[in-house]
């Protein structure tokens, strides 16, 4: 075997460190950018390489195979691949990109580690992947530099444009989209992006993501690209993602086509299919209007896995310090050898993070209360391969998920496909759940009559119902003067509940006058549901629902009682420290319900 071959270009781009770290990142991208061949992927199902690939590819119009280890990376500093061939001029080759800040510059680094089996493969390795792969990387930073500093005049470094777009049907659908949704500016922008982009970017698309991207409001382009969806625009799909690696195991176009249960080959686990932690709705473009090829590039890059700040690979005795830049929350450690991650807080203090992969067991020493830099000091005390992962836990911050989804107003009327079959369920692990109804409505009836009175309560049905939409909700059904809602999380729900009863007085005088003997009452509580088929409607049962319908019989009228799992809910305790609402807790026994239960009524001074 000849001697290795290393190669290494360095450039001085303007452009902060994170920008171009969230450009190069994307080897997916990259790589087509490079003019790479797709590859097809398949996890290696040896126990010792977990995180390893069989992949095969052409080059040149010869098939290639190889292994793809394992990607590393330190969040916005460099990060690198092994790749190792079982045939041809290539013994191995192990590519990446380093990042150095400058003054107000970065310096990026594209290096490379080749080892060729033959004398023939040197050659390879000096002039075509040189040029390929090294030279072009370099080319894509300077030109992404260029179109930040002058838009107008530099494009943005771009992958080619559709091949098969029936643009008479694009135009059609999308008018058909203007008449159905409000949103012209948002509307534009995807019809755009349905035109123009890439293959890569109108496939698997996350409208957060891509709000995130566009600087939009995330759920207004949720909403459109639901609309797109009804419109044939788009086709929706639902993805479960495991919930260890975050990678996608399973895809189907209707929620009851999902599995129950699903098996992660990569970390080697089965866990169940669940709304809230592991299922996100993704979009595709309608291979009417343009047909995209779902190729693949790349499968393990840093950009595959945005909540990753880190993922080291060490041989067998090896250690590793590594210095991580971090902003405060929580973070999780794992090791795909081992079985349980750490979870750590992210504190207001620096120090050190100690890391032992040993038989069994993830070992976290130091100070874990942290912020800013970390130094982080892995040890692999395993016989074998320890694949380390620290990572936010923040993958919900980008996913629309299933819970989400599917709980907002509208949902179920644009899909009445989109629910569980009947009688099967779905767990979600955590869902908001609120229940209002009316104090005094039947004596309202007997004051000023059957039509008067039916009228008000259908009218503060809609407001209730606008409430929630506001919140990202949805009505799940109406029962006599009772609404249940559903939300994805406590904060949106409180949020509605403090919309309605703070908008109450108004709404009641504009229907009813000086009569003030109608009250809302409403209560909230969170926890894990179960959805289900009711009738071809959506439906959720289970313990969260019961006690939630439980809470809200507590109500008295003009106020909202809560659970304590939403009254400690982070978000929901920071929402209420900051109002004026009086709060007076108590404990009561609930009917159905084996303990007492404490609960916390307010109301506006």
Known sequence: MAKAVLLSRTARIRLPKQDLWS??????RLNRNIDLSPVHFAPMLDR??????????????RRVRYEEFPFEWIEGRF??????????????????????????????????????????????????????????????????????????????PALPPPEQLDAGR?????????????APNLIGRLESHLRTASDLEVTGMRPFELADRWGVDRMQLLYVFLHAADCGLLDLSWSVLCPVCRTVREDAGRIRQLASRVHCDTCDIAFDTDLARSV?????????VRR?????????????????????RLDPGEQRSERLDVDPGWLRLRCYQVGTPVHCEVGPAGGTLRVECGPGELRVHGSPDTDGAIRLEVANRLPGEALVVVERERWKDAAATGALVTSLDGFQDLFPDQGVAPGDEIGIANLAVLFTDLSGSTALYERIGDVR???????????????????NGGVVKQMGDAVMATFADAREAWSAAASMQSGWDGFR????????SVALKVGLHQGPAVMIDNDGRTDYFGATVNLAARVQGCAAGGDIVLSRAVHDDPEVASLLAESDYRCDVFTTALKGIGEEQTLWRLRRP
């Open 509 to 516: 005088r504009g229907h009813l006058g000086a009569d003030d």
């Open 280 to 288: 996100e709705i993704r979009f595709d473009v309608n291979p009417a």
């Open 453 to 471: 009175a039916f009228a008000f309560v259908q009218s503060h049905f809609r407001y209730l119902r606008d409430a929630v939409v506001r919140e």
């Open 23 to 28: 450009f190069l990142a994307d080897t997916d």
């Open 48 to 61: 010792r390489r977990k995180g390893h690939y069989s992949a095969e590819t052409r080059s040149y119009g």
């Open 79 to 156: 990060y690198q691949v092994l790749r190792r061939f079982s045939g041809g001029p290539l013994a191995e080759v192990s590519t990446g990109v380093r990042l150095r800040p400058a003054a107000d510059e970065t310096e990026v680094e594209v290096f490379a580690r080749i080892v060729p089996r033959t004398w023939f493969g040197a050659i390879v390795a000096r002039t075509l992947l040189a040029r390929t792969g090294i030279r072009k990387t370099v080319a894509l930073a300077r030109a992404l530099e260029l179109h930040i500093r002058d838009p107008q005049t530099h494009a943005v």
């Open 292 to 312: 995209a090829e779902r190729a693949r590039y790349c499968i393990g890059g840093p950009a595959n896995s945005p909540s990753a700040v880190a993922q080291l």
């Open 170 to 182: 694009l135009e059609l659908r999308t008018a058909q989209l203007f008449r159905s949704y409000d």
